[in-house]
């Protein structure tokens, strides 16, 4: 189900699609992963696209991080769907 939320072209740092939704399966089979975000900001480019950023706290197991993520969302049959994301942790 997650990995419906992101279009079938990304690829995220992997070198294929393939190859990314096997690394997201085994992160996600793994552990319990919390995510809570902050300061949520939605920009809207035209009716099919949008930048949305916010603040994420990630934790899964003895990991702990902050940063902002950065989702590029294109409409597609009628679902938005994820295109990029990047992340950026936030300096202590």
Known sequence: MYLRFYDPGFEGN??????WERQRRARLAREKITVKI????IDL??????E???VQHYAAGRIQ????????LRRSGG????T???WKARKP
């Open 14 to 19: 992997a070198d294929s699609r393939r190859q």
């Open 38 to 41: 902050e300061n949520l900001r």
């Open 45 to 50: 480019a035209g009716e099919d696209r949008a």
């Open 52 to 54: 949305v950023r916010f």
């Open 65 to 72: 991080d902050v940063g902002e993520k950065r989702l590029r």
């Open 79 to 82: 679902a938005w769907r994820i």
């Open 84 to 86: 990029r994301e990047t």
